[in-house]
């Protein structure tokens, strides 16, 4: 068995709002990199550590995490829609052991699951179902979260689970790193947004559209420096980036939750994915960045990264 990780931000501007086209054309270098660094592990299962952004999950009922048994993709943003490969065997294994390590997981096996997990795939395999895979949700948007320290012991608890798999297993983090999209938030949304923050799953295409006009003309404005997004923080990046390379989880998760807040916007809470996939793969035993890959692309409203790393 052996494990390799990617690390990666999503963004469901890209496509719809690029930056300039040197920038894009470096990012799909970039992840052009990171798909032949996957293939050359050629992994047999993928473990994706990924957000919802109330798509999947709503508060009807909103847990920390979710290991999904069975999921399918709800197509936002133009991006494919359907059925996942998930091994449900490899799903039950993991969610036990988490289970066991004292992480409460919950297992669904009907997990709906958007951008947030589906881009990394089709960033890494051009497809859904290319490789067996297990999506483990973690909720970095509902509030009240837990502290980020637990996504750490999640990740531990998965990278001890797979070990026992006799497969090559990729571990991948979607998401961050600093940034503050239009994502609504519960104490703060009008009673029609309520309304779809608890009961919202499965809006009508007209619904999707407006709300992802809605998030495009808002990159517009914040690439533009207007709006109320709090900007992105290339420092708080660097620091998230050189700490995780380091293995030093608690300069990242040892901050309560208003840090990642006030200093990276509220969708930082994201880096949790990129927590767990690397105490996912600390669990081997020490590792090495092999390539990583920073830029803040206000278009796309992400201080945007991709890393890859193999235990040593
Ligand atoms: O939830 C949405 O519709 C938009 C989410 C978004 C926007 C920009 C960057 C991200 O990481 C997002 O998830
Ligand atoms: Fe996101």
């Known amino acids: ?5 990617c690390t990666t931000s999503h ?3 890209i496509g719809l709002h690029d930056p300039p086209p040197e920038v894009r054309a470096e990012v799909d270098g970039v992840l052009t990199r990171a798909r032949a660094f996957v293939e050359k592990f050629d992994p047999q299962l993928v473990v994706v550590f990924a957000p919802d952004h109330y798509n999947g999950f709503l508060y009807d009922m909103m847990p920390p995490f979710c290991v999904g048994a069975a999921a399918s993709s709800v197509g936002d943003y133009g991006l494919p829609a359907g059925p996942l490969d998930v091994d449900r065997n490899a799903a039950y294994a993991i969610a036990k052991h ?3 390590a004292g992480v409460d997981v919950a297992v669904s096996e009907d ?4 951008h947030g997990l589906v881009q990394p795939l089709t960033f890494l395999f051009g497809s859904l179902t290319a490789v067996p895979v297990v999506p483990v949700f973690i909720n970095c948007v509902a ?3 837990g502290p ?3 996504a750490r012991l999640l990740g531990t608890a998965v990278g001890e689970a797979v070990r026992g798999l006799d497969r090559r297993v990729l571990v991948v983090g979607s998401g961050g790193l600093s940034h503050d999209p239009p994502v609504p938030r519960l104490a703060e949304a009008p009673p029609e947004v309520v309304e779809r923050l608890k009961r919202g799953r499965n809006p009508t295409r007209e619904q999707r559209a407006q709300r992802e006009s809605g998030t495009v003309a808002a990159a517009a404005d914040f690439a533009q420096g207007e709006g109320p997004y709090r900007p992105l923080n290339p420092d708080w990046d660097d620091l998230v980036l050189r700490s995780l390379a380091a293995g030093d989880f608690g300069a990242v998760d040892g901050h309560d939750n208003d840090w990642f807040v006030t200093e990276a916007g509220h969708s930082a809470h994201e880096v949790r994915t990129w927590i767990a996939a690397y105490a996912a793969l600390a669990a081997q035993g020490p590792y090495d960045v092999r390539s990583s890959y920073y830029r803040p692309i206000p ?7 991709t890393t890859t790393a193999l235990p040593r």
């Open 11 to 13: 963004s469901p501007l």
């Open 299 to 305: 278009e796309w409203f992400a201080g945007f990264a």
């Open 148 to 150: 980020a320290v637990r």
């Open 143 to 145: 509030e009240p979260l």
């Open 111 to 114: 997990m709906q699951v958007d």
């Open 1 to 5: 068995m052996t494990v390799a990780l």
């Open 98 to 100: 988490a289970l066991a």
